[in-house]
């Protein structure tokens, strides 16, 4: 049905709203949600019946009332009816309504990013109370708490944030439908506008359906994995088009609002957030980065900067018409603009017949051509842009008594951004350094055996190592591997020659267990003529590695060798964190406790050899991975261990969802402010100690059984029958190989697949498994008093607060139904019993849940996120048992079939827009 803006293109027959929740499903939290979602559910309607016809409509309309009534009754005949129903249906026939509720979720997930961008609106529109984690929030408690301006100042010279953008492949969307998306986001805001006449909204509703219409003929899948260099430049879009102005505003309100809070116009906010990329430096089981990929990306980056730079300069030119004599101070100013004339003459001739006496305007195109990439006389390092933006200031407001919003707004972007846009980690495996230093050792003749030395062995070949000038490598003389290493060092060091430091000085080795592990990176940017110019960062991924953690810094902390890099790195220290792998390895439960203790420890050994920390965390977006909401994550660190300075990893599906939409990603920034500033501000007493004892029982416990679910015999074949796991090494999301080294064990699998196929199959395993039985035994231990600790400890102990949050939403988004039918599709001895195994504990766990919280259903207190839920599963169900019916055909023509792999792979990324979560 044609809603009267344009006519139909053919002839089709009357369209009742399409794909949009019936009467009866759980109200939308907020009337303009519900709004949009039937709006972009009815266009989506007219577009299925206008391209494909009313039999494709009919279909989607019918499978999801089907669907829907199975959800409300729970009716397995009539489920079974329906899977009957569409086995019947031919390849052909399903790929399209895989299609249709695809595109629906990518409609509602639009609909939902923009409804939390008019929330947000709305509440800055309100003078009280601005919404929790705002800037205006920070600003009313900084002055609640008795700051004034000298302590407000010395706060923020402690906060450093920073937001690190990875190629780990869990966005399952194309980039071009991610842009699309943005595009729609904005039509859908601008309908909002109530200045808005009636013909520009008919314009709008014509704009949204022919968005929808080419979404419809678009690609959803990739037919071939992205390089590299496409990962790059999918980064460098959101350096561009969020993070290059979002950040800046962000602090520029924080700015004004404290200068005003705090009746300080002097106070200034320095750049407290920046942003860092993996993308391109992460070697760790990449063979596709290289030494020239890296070399690659570093050149992107200052393109980028420069560009960025000319299109924030070029207004200037036409803005800053004052005549010289109408300066403050203009003699600095002219010294530099007759310097100019020196180095273009030609240029400065012609600029002083279109500018005459409008010093500030010759000054703004001179500093355009030198922001170019290739010309003799282009600013070679980002001071020298600074130092012309500031002149020009100065020029206009000495004293700095008044903002210059114009200039200030490009100093601040300047000083976050340089000419590198994002600090580039460099990352390897640690088992890729020793066998380099093995080689380099045997080749000079230090060191015959140095792999098969003792630890002590290991660390008094290297201390030696370093004790000596280092020597010229060959690279004729090393193998490929050991060669290339040597070339990126020799990249990066370029780089900060050219760009900064801040280019690139951060080097993380994966897999760190040892202290030697981290002592073969010194030997290696030793002989590489680095010295003291990275900071070597060891990431903990395994729950035995995080056990080791504070042990390992130990003793580096006293390591003569190591004591000389940190006193070279002003005795500052950053420690990674592995959420993913630690997760993997022990479950949930106990990963998040030894986190936890890992971070406790290794700050107080920091403390007591004086050395400063900050750590990295390595978090996905799936709660298996560490993920649930990033602010809440930062307040339920241990207390103490954040001080201002925080690393966190934004990958996948977390980075378009937080930062597709330049409204969304404000609001994410200011909330991670504002939760790092009250982590930093924490009193010890959050910490909660007594109950650590607790925490540890219960991990403990939670390990057991969760190990023992992966030795269970079934097991291996009953994750690669009843997921999809195979399959997602197919989807082409990521240029990084799913598994390290190409073995089909589980131990190889990387935690970004682990955690897909088990969100696909809706077990979600590794977000909730064993919990319920830790807690089930602890209770058998402890009795009444044992709940009643518990449920203390859910209310007055941040930590385990987010923890048992994160797990009752993986506990919501699971669903044992969907998730049998998945099992059906695992014919190995033993599958039956362990599915049920599962499905006992979920209940389990599901049942200890609500009864720490008092409730009688899950997310009770979460009303958003649980209508959100409930109005998405009757739409995801149809994908799932879509997927199932795909794979046992699939799998019974041994993979040879292209159409159902199709089938498979649509169906993939459907669910994960449906659920909103891949890895």
């Given at each position: 049905?044609?809603?009267?803006?344009e006519p139909a293109r053919r002839e089709a027959p009357p369209v009742p709203p399409a794909v949009v929740p019936a009467p009866g499903a759980p109200p939308a939290p907020h009337p303009g949600l519900r709004h949009d979602v039937d709006l972009l559910g009815r266009i989506l309607g007219q577009v299925l019946t206008e391209e494909e016809g009313p039999a494709l409509f009919a279909?989607?309309?019918?499978?999801?009332?089907?669907?829907?009534?199975?959800?409300?009754?729970?009716?397995?005949?009539?489920?079974?009816?329906?899977?009957?129903?569409?086995?019947?249906l031919s390849s052909p026939e399903r790929e399209p309504l895989l299609r249709a509720f695809t595109?629906?979720?990518?409609?509602?997930n639009t609909a939902e990013q923009v409804h939390r961008v008019r929330r947000a609106r709305e509440h800055r529109q309100r003078t009280e109370p601005p919404q929790p984690g705002s800037v205006e929030a920070l600003v009313q408690d900084l002055v609640a708490r008795g700051l004034g301006p000298e302590d407000v100042k010395a706060l923020l010279q402690t906060i450093r944030i920073e937001l690190v953008m990875t190629a780990h492949p869990t966005e399952a969307q194309r980039r071009t439908v991610l842009m699309a998306q943005r595009r729609l986001a904005g039509l859908v805001e601008s309908l909002g506008d109530p200045l808005k006449t009636p013909a520009e909204r008919a314009r709008i509703h014509m704009d949204l359906k022919e968005e929808v219409r080419t979404l419809w003929h678009t690609r959803e899948v990739r037919l071939r994995p992205p390089e590299v260099l496409d990962e790059v430049r999918m980064g460098l879009w959101y350096l561009e088009e969020t993070f290059f102005g979002v950040i800046p505003d962000l602090l520029e309100d924080l700015e004004h609002g404290l200068a005003e809070a705090l009746g300080d116009p002097s106070l200034r906010v320095g750049p407290v957030v920046r942003v860092g990329s993996w993308i391109g430096g992460d070697r760790d089981g990449h063979p596709l980065v290289r030494a020239e990929t890296?070399?690659?990306?570093?050149?992107?980056?200052?393109?980028?900067?420069?560009?960025?730079?000319?299109?924030?300069?070029?207004?200037?030119?036409?803005?800053?018409s004052q005549r010289g004599d109408r300066l403050a101070r203009p003699g600095p100013l002219l010294e530099s603009l007759r310097?100019?004339?020196?180095?273009?003459?030609?240029?400065?001739?012609?600029?002083?017949?279109?500018?005459?006496?409008?010093?500030?305007?010759?000054?703004?195109?001179?500093?355009?051509?030198?922001?170019?990439?290739?010309?003799?006389?282009?600013?070679?390092?980002?001071?020298e842009l600074e130092h012309d933006l500031r002149l020009m200031r100065d020029s206009l407001d000495p004293e700095g008594r008044r903002p210059v919003p114009i200039l200030d707004r490009l100093l601040r972007q300047v000083q976050i951004f340089g000419f590198h846009m994002a600090s580039l980690d460099l990352r390897q495996h640690s088992g890729v350094h020793q066998d380099v230093v093995a080689?380099?050792?045997?080749?000079?003749?230090?060191?015959?055996?140095?792999?098969?030395?003792?630890?002590?062995?290991?660390q008094r070949a290297l201390v030696q190592a370093l004790a000596r000038p280092p020597a010229a490598l060959s690279p004729q003389a090393l193998s490929e591997t050991a060669a290339d290493l040597f070339r990126l060092l020799q990249v990066a060091g370029r780089a900060q020659d050219r760009l900064g430091e801040s280019a690139c000085h951060t080097y993380i080795v994966s897999m760190a267990a040892e202290p030697s592990d981290v002592l073969e990176v010194l030997a290696l940017l030793h002989w590489s003529g680095l010295d003291g110019r990275f900071d070597v960062v060891p990431l903990f991924e395994t729950i035995e590695d995080l056990v080791r953690a504070p042990r390992v810094m130990t003793a580096l902390f006293a390591h003569p060798a190591y004591q000389a890099h940190l006193e070279r790195r002003s005795r500052s220290q950053e420690v990674m964190l592995g959420y993913s792998d630690s997760t993997k390895d022990g479950g949930y439960l106990a990963a998040a406790w030894y986190l936890f203790r890992a971070q406790e420890e290794v700050m107080r050994r920091a403390e007591e050899a004086g050395v400063q920390l900050r750590f990295f965390h390595g978090r996905g977006g799936a709660v298996g991975r560490g993920g649930g909401p990033a602010a809440r994550a930062i307040l339920a660190q241990p207390a103490g261990t954040v001080r201002g300075a925080i690393r966190m990893t934004e990958q996948g599906e977390s980075l378009s969802s937080r930062f597709l939409i330049p409204g969304i990603a404000r609001r994410s920034l200011e909330q991670l402010v504002s939760a790092v500033v009250g982590a930093t501000l924490r009193e010890p007493l959050a910490q909660r100690e007594e109950f650590h004892p607790v925490m540890e029982a219960l991990a403990v416990d939670a390990e057991q059984a969760y190990r023992a679910l992966l030795r269970d015999e079934a097991f291996p074949d009953y994750f690669r029958e009843a997921t999809p796991v195979e399959e997602i090494g197919k989807l082409n999301i990521g240029s990084r190989p799913a598994r390290r080294s190409g073995q089909t064990t589980l131990q190889d699998l990387r935690a970004i697949p682990w955690v897909f196929a088990w969100m696909?199959?809706?077990?979600?395993?590794?977000?909730?498994?064993?919990?319920?039985?830790?807690?089930?035994?602890?209770?058998?231990?402890?009795?009444?008093?044992g709940l009643e600790v518990l449920e203390r400890m859910a209310r007055e102990w941040p930590f385990f607060r987010a923890t048992m949050d994160n797990l009752e939403m993986a506990l919501a988004k699971a669903d044992m139904g969907i998730a049998r039918l998945y099992s059906s599709?695992?014919?190995?001895?033993?599958?039956?019993?362990?599915?049920?195994?599962m499905a006992d504990e979920y209940e389990r766990t599901r049942a200890w849940v609500l009864r720490l919280f008092g409730e009688s259903e899950l997310l009770a207190h979460e009303v958003n996120l649980r209508q959100s839920i409930a109005l998405r599963n009757p739409y995801v169900d149809p994908l799932s048992y879509l997927q199932v019916l795909a794979l046992r055909e699939l799998r019974r023509a041994g993979g040879a079939r292209e159409d159902l792999e199709r089938e498979v792979l649509l169906s993939i990324n459907g669910i994960a827009q449906g659920l909103r979560n891949t890895g």
């Open positions: 049905m044609s809603d009267g803006s279909l989607v309309e019918s499978v999801r009332r089907a669907c829907k009534r199975i959800r409300q009754t729970g009716d397995e005949g009539e489920r079974q009816q329906l899977l009957r129903r569409l086995e019947r595109l629906y979720f990518t409609l509602v890296t070399e690659a990306v570093f050149t992107l980056h200052e393109s980028l900067a420069r560009r960025c730079y000319r299109r924030a300069v070029a207004p200037l030119v036409q803005r800053l310097a100019d004339g020196e180095r273009y003459p030609q240029l400065m001739r012609e600029l002083d017949r279109r500018y005459p006496d409008e010093p500030l305007r010759q000054k703004a195109a001179v500093m355009l051509r030198r922001l170019s990439d290739t010309d003799p006389g282009r600013y070679s390092r980002p001071q080689e380099v050792l045997l080749s000079a003749g230090a060191e015959a055996a140095y792999a098969s030395l003792p630890e002590a062995g290991r696909q199959c809706r077990l979600l395993i590794p977000g909730w498994y064993s919990t319920g039985t830790a807690i089930e035994g602890w209770m058998n231990r402890t009795g009444p008093a599709l695992s014919s190995a001895p033993g599958s039956a019993a362990l599915f049920q195994h």
